[in-house]
């Protein structure tokens, strides 16, 4: 079966894409390039893929498959691979194919069948992203054998002085569930991050540190021989960063901020500008009294840093409401958007989504995709009044108060015209999450 197959991966500060091509005699050929630089990955994703592309001969239509590495990892960089990624995949009608970041460094260990092989990855603010494979008898498909992995941890976040202690406390576990007695194997940059807090010494340690696009792509063709390829529409990053700030029930209660009273608007014009460093305090305060699963501070700074269009809605020197976008190839992502809870149901919310909406004219965009939750009829009622349609579903995107929640996928096409009108009923939707 022949295979032309472009992946990204971009969860750590390491830019990476990958064109893998396969002739179908099951000698895949892979070239990768590698860019390092946090800040950079949505300027050079998509040249870096063109690059690839002409030094192959290939067309964008020559590609049968899109992969990208959907974390755990830099909240950031996760939207970025997997924006680029659907947007890819949309324009020219090919499956997606997401491969944990965590399994790609597993991937590239030579470790051996009684190897647990833990993964740890940098979370920062002394944390780690943590996953445990152990290797397993290839499985059969019609297209032949592929390896495998039995998943022994799913990506957790845990401190990182925790980790030893509770992985070798999980050992024994682990070996009961191979069915053989398993061996440490450390894998991951946080062993390098936090040595006082994650001694290695005495343990076998693997000498790669974070996940390449090549892996990513090899990981992707193994999917794609098993039939695990999805439409572009269920793309979506794994984030496991979920609980940051208060639970619902403790908002309800009045914790966190939540506003008891409702105020009137000041007399002046509500006024739209950029965000910058010096609004993040009031927009993290602002998040974290709104929404169950806010942002996180180092979140937002990312997003500024990245250069993603962001914007603040004050009424005199109030913050009232923000949001946030991201520019993918064809359209723009309203990552977030939030308006204080007592100056909803004036317009406010609208406002910022007409804002969203001459960013995307201004970027040649041809429309605004968002996520939104299904229970948040509030919300959905809102964006349907302005517009936006319903286009897929991602399974299982938000964290909920028991396990996870599906994501409904809107888009509003810019040439539109908005529909409703200033009493439309704003709401600070959850259209993003902590990675």
Known sequence: MKLNLLAFETSSSRCGVALLRDAGDGSPRVVQLEHEGTQEHAERLLPMADELLASA??????????AFGQGPGGFTGLRVACGVAQGVALGLGVPVLPVVSHLAVAEDVQ?????AILVALDARMTEVYLA?????????????????????????????????????????????????????????????????????????????????AATV???????????????????????????????????????????RATRALPAN??????????????????????????????????????????CVLRHGS??????????????????????????????????????????????????????VRPSNERARRFYERLGFQQIGMRKGYYPAAKGRENALVLRRDVVASARGDAATHDHAVPTGGSA
């Open 318 to 371: 109030r913050l009232a409401g923000f949001c946030v976008l991201m520019a993918a190839p064809d359209v723009t992502h309203l990552l977030v958007i939030a308006v204080a809870g007592d100056l909803q149901r004036h317009g406010l919310g609208r406002r910022l989504v007409e804002w969203c909406q001459a960013q995307t004219l201004e970027v040649g965009a041809e429309g605004i995709v968002l996520e």
């Open 57 to 66: 001969g290939l067309a964008p239509a020559d590609l049968h498959a899109v």
């Open 217 to 259: 792509a090899h990981l992707a063709r193994q999917s794609w021989l098993r039939g695990e390829a999805l439409p572009p529409e269920e793309a979506a990053p794994l984030y496991v960063r979920d609980k940051v700030a208060f639970t619902t029930a403790e908002r309800v209660g009045g914790l966190g901020g939540n506003p």
């Open 132 to 212: 445990v494979y152990v290797s397993e008898p290839p499985q059969k498909s019609a297209a032949g054998e592929t390896p495998a992995w039995r998943v022994l941890q799913a990506p957790m976040l845990i401190a990182a002085e925790e980790v030893l202690p509770w992985a070798l406390h999980r050992l024994p576990v682990w070996s009961q569930e191979a069915g053989r007695d398993l061996s440490l194997c450390l894998a991951g940059d946080a062993w390098q991050a936090y040595p006082a807090a994650m001694p290695a010494a005495g343990l076998q340690c693997a000498p790669l540190g974070r996940p390449r």
């Open 269 to 310: 014009e509500p006024v739209l500008q950029m965000m910058t460093q010096d609004d993040l305090d009031e927009v993290t305060d602002l998040e974290a009294q709104v929404q169950a699963f806010p942002w996180t501070r180092g979140n937002f700074e990312d997003a500024l840093k990245s250069g993603y269009p962001a």
């Open 111 to 115: 470790a051996g069948p009684d190897d």
